[in-house]
Structures are given as C-alpha cells and as structure tokens.
C-alpha cells in the first residue's frame, strides 16, 4: 500500500478521518491512535488521489460550524460512499452523511449544547462494551429528522430521536453527539468499536511497531548517507534522534548548542542523557558569542533576533565542521503538519517544511527527515519510553528556543542568569516534589522570571534593597490558551521563602495570577 506522505510505513492500516472545520477534529485523531490504529486527518476537499494513495479501511466525518443548506457548504467526497467501507459521521457529519442519502436534515427545534442522556435501542458491535444509557456531549443546531432509506434509529436522546442512526449492513453509522470528547465517557470506547470491531482493524498502530517500521524507513531513506540533528534537550529532539541512532548509528553526527541561556545542569544533563544511550552527542559552548551579541539589548524582540542568527550562524559552522552531510532530521509533529497543509479546492496537499531549530540556512543543501510527522505528542512521549529514555526527558516541560533570555526583563547578563537560574531551580524542585498530589492543578508549564524591578525589604536587622522575581506555573492543554495554576499557599510559601532566603540579590516573589489570553504565559 502506498502512502500519500513519504515515510508512512507500508501495510499500515489507516482510517480517514475527513475535516469539516470542527474544532475537535484533531482529537477524534488522538482517540483513534489511541485504539492502536493509525490515522490522518484530511481536508474534505482534498484531491481524490490523496484518499486513494492513503487507502482506508474506514471513514470518520468530522463535525463542523456549516449547515448542509448553506450555500458552498463543504461537501462529502464522492470517494466515501463509493469506496464501500465503512463510514461514522459526527454531528455535521451525520447530517452530511443524512442529506447525501436521502435523509432529512431540519434545525433543531432546541438548540443542543451540552451534556445530553442517550438511550441505546440496538445491540449492535459498535456498541460492544457499552452501557445501555450513554452520557453524551451535543453541540449543534441542525439536526436529522428522517433517516435516509436503509437507515434506522439506533439511540436517542429527549430532543433527538436519531442520535445515533445506522445501516449496520452497509457499515454506515452517524452520530449526533461528539465522543472524541471526554465529556462524552464512553466516546472513546465507541470510536475504538468503530475502527476496530466494524472497519475490522488489527490495532497494531504501537509503539513498539511504529520504531521498528520508523527504523526501516530511516534506513531506506538514508541510504549510506549522513544525517545532522540538532539537539534541544526537548522530547521531539531527543526521540528523532534515538530513532535516527538506532537506524543508521554512527553516521548520525548530532549536536548540542549551549547558548548560555540554559537552566541550571541543562548541557551537563543533556551530555549525560545521550551518553547513557551510547549516542555521541557534540556539545557546543557558544555561550560568550550569544551573550556578546545581546550585551546593552533590552528590547524583547530584538533580544530574540539576535539568538535566532546567533543560532543559524552556529548550526552553519557546525554543519561545515562535519563535512559531507545529506540530510537534516528534524522533529516536525503531526499538528504542524496538518496545520501547514493546504485545502484549497483542487490545489495539491501541500506540506511546509518547519525549520524548527531555529532557521535553517538557505545555502546549504540537505535532504529532510522528519521520522515524528505522523504523531502527535502524546505518541512521541510514548515511543521515548520505548526506546527507553528516562521519564524526565519524556515529560520535559516546553522550553522556548531563545532560554532565559526571555525570563530575563530587559538586558541579559551572566550575573542575573546566574541569579534566574538558581531561583528557577528552586521552583522546579518544589513543584515536583508535590507532583503527584495537585491533580488538575499539575502545571504544564512552570519557571521563575527576573525583572529589574528593585523594592525595598529586611533581613535580620538590615535594610535590603533588592530585586523582584515573578513564578509563572499554567495549566494548559497545548500552550495556545492557558490558566494560573491554583498551587496550594504552603506550597508558594515555600517556594517564595527558600528563594528569598537562598538567591542572593532578591528579596520580593511574586505569582503571576494572569491567564492567556489576555497575557502570554511568557512574559517576554
Ligand atoms: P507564549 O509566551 O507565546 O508561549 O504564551 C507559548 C508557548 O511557547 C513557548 N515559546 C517558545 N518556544 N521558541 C520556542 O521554541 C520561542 O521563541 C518561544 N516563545 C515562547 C512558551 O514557553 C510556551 O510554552
């Protein structure tokens, strides 16, 4: 079987999962992989050959903001009903589904938003596991009124009497509700019985076999060429480079560059990781040229400029140091990929490629591997522990590319990133000593920040006048919005105290109470 993307690994079975536009298209994605089987997500108005190459063995429609009268309203592909296999429509997709066969789409005399008490009136393998009654999240206006011929009512709720119809002989099933939700419990139950147990997939989307088909890929690819990665210390990074090792070893030549703006034991926990997994890692003290080129910057934007040259610059002398190189691998997930794709009508399904190591030179010439652009990033976390990196690596927290420099208020200095550091330290020990007991509140983001703000303070029977640090810990999905994460007092307390009592030169904390939007989770 081919693949419309390079790399997909042949014999993989897959499940089309059509975009309307819906805001959770993306997470009918993630259950489905999350059943074992592989997916993708495609524009509904991508060209036949893309469902051809891709070759499902079933089609999920997603739901989305049109009605199915609107004018230009996005429409079903002619390929999905003609290709035989099964089919599962979501709320806009069930009405897609509805009109295209027959069926009456009408609004709905309620408009539906919320939770909703579905019964089942079918025992059917799409409902394998399931309980008769099904807590459900609607979120639509329209809705299906008649079913189409061959159709029958296979769930209701009190203001919808199909909220779930289906032709269980033709395999064409359509729902009202969203499950790919966790507000609907048992959605993800229903999706897994979707692909496997009607589209009849193995499941085998692991892990385990996603490396060693990965590995494969890497090899062909590669040929006996040489691969440069730049490592970041992050988990996309380090997993691309894992992977790379193991498919072609030694011609992999990978690279650490150590800005200066790191937080405490980064390059030496770095150099340790790698050497633990037998990966030879070239660590690059560039420090004194980024710090030279930010001295006297306190623009933000301008401070960032600076490291991103500063950056490119590096990677093109260490590019040039290793001599003979064909490809560049890089960790581009799958959101970045779906992002960049076009769908305009017609046009070709095009795929940017990220330069997400900073900007990559344009005169040099490399081939791209991106062996992580079909996952997403709970599935990279996953194969990390399989190839056996350590959980600290896997669930490292984001650090932005630019470091402290961007935690640092106005001018960076080697003093104030000695002082960031320390207090950083502190909120990172504390914060994960409590780990296991905050629940909701876990941040998923959290780090100190120095401003040049001065305030007045004691100690002992002195005077101090000294600077102010803000802790910044969000709760947040994916880092696009964000909330203050509601930490316990004792916990601030503490965290406030041994940085005041411990980092010399600051006697004031303060919690960044802001949510984003309005603020970024940054502060510069
Ligand atoms: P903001 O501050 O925009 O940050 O709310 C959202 C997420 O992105 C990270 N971030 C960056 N990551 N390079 C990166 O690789 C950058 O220049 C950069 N700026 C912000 C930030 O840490 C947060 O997770």
Known sequence: MSSPQPGLPPGTETIAIIDYGGQTAQLIARRVREHGVFCELLPWDAPRAVFEALAPRGYILSGGPESVYAPDAPSLPSIVLESGVPVLGICYGMQLLSHALGGRVAPSAHREYGLAELERDAELPLFRGLPQELTVWMSHADRVDMVPDGFRALGHTRNAPAAIMGDPKRGLYAVQFHPEVTHTPFGSKLLGNFVLEVCGCRGDWTPARFIET?????????????????????????????????????????????????????????????????????????????????????????????????????????????????????????????????????????????????????????????????????????????????????????????????????????????????????????????????????????????????????????????????????????????????????LLTRIATRIVNEVAGVNRVVYDISSKPPSTIEWE
């Open 214 to 490: 990965a590995v494969d890929a890497i090899r062909e690819q590669v040929g006996d060429g040489s691969v440069l990665v730049a490592i970041s210390g992050g988990v996309d990074s380090s997993v691309t480079a894992a992977l790379v090792h193991r498919a072609i070893g030694d011609r992999m030549h990978a690279f650490f560059i150590d800005h200066g703006l790191l937080r405490q034991d980064e390059p030496e926990d770095v150099a340790r990781l790698f050497a633990s997994l037998g990966i030879s890692v070239t660590m690059v003290d560039a420090a004194d040229g980024f710090l030279a080129a930010l001295a006297g910057v306190e623009d933000p934007e301008t401070k960032r400029k600076i490291i991103g040259t500063c950056f490119v610059r590096e990677f093109e002398r260490q590019a040039a140091s290793v001599g003979q190189l064909d490809f560049l691998a890089q960790g581009t997930l799958y959101p970045d990929v779906i992002e960049s794709a076009t769908s305009a009508s017609g046009s070709a399904h095009k795929i940017k490629t990220h330069h997400n190591v900073g900007g990559l030179p344009e005169d040099i010439e490399f081939g791209v591997i991106e062996p992580l652009r079909f996952l997403f990033k709970d599935e990279v976390r996953r194969v990390g522990r399989e190839l056996g990196l350590p959980e600290k690596v896997v669930m490292r927290q984001p650090f932005p590319g630019p470091g402290l420099a961007v935690r640092i208020l106005g001018e960076v200095s080697r003093e104030k990133l000695a002082t960031l550091r320390q207090a950083d330290a502190i909120l990172r020990q504390e914060i994960e000593a409590r780990a296991g007991e905050l629940g909701d509140e876990q941040p998923w983001q959290y780090f100190a920040v120095l401003t040049p703000l001065r305030s007045v303070g004691v100690m002992g029977d002195q005077r101090t006048y000294g600077n102010l640090v803000g802790i910044r810990a969000v709760t947040s999905l994916d880092g696009m919005t964000a909330d203050w994460a509601r930490l316990p007092a004792d």
